[in-house]
């Protein structure tokens, strides 16, 4: 698991500052009901209070940026290896358990 860092400040009642490692964010309501403007869209959050139950959902989403392919063909062929050499392992794991399994 890796390190998280989160922080909330509140400024004024209903208005609160939100601090992680990631980046900032702002979020405005109540107990119940509140709505976050950062970075990655808006997100609108309704609970029932002292529960800890909610449900969050995006209203909105920044526009895409448009970047390159952060792959190239020998990183490609270098997953596809592996993948078919996992699969070839387990063919014959499976293989030799159901030979075993045949002669007792």
């Known amino acids: ?19 992680s490692k990631t ?3 702002v979020s405005v309501g109540g107990r119940g009901a509140w709505l976050t403007f950062g970075k990655k869209g808006t997100r609108a959050t ?4 002292g529960t800890g139950m909610s449900w969050s959902e995006k209203i909105d989403s920044p526009a895409p940026q448009q970047s390159t392919p952060s792959f190239s063909i020998l990183a490609l062929l270098v997953q596809l290896i592996s993948i078919a050499s ?8 499976i293989y030799a358990l159901f030979i075993t399994a045949s002669k007792q």
């Open 23 to 25: 980046g900032t964010s």
């Open 46 to 49: 309704v609970g029932i209070p």
């Open 1 to 19: 698991m890796g390190f998280r860092f989160s922080r909330r400040i509140s400024l004024f009642k209903g208005l609160r500052l939100n601090l």
């Open 86 to 93: 996992i699969l070839l392992l387990s063919g014959i794991f």
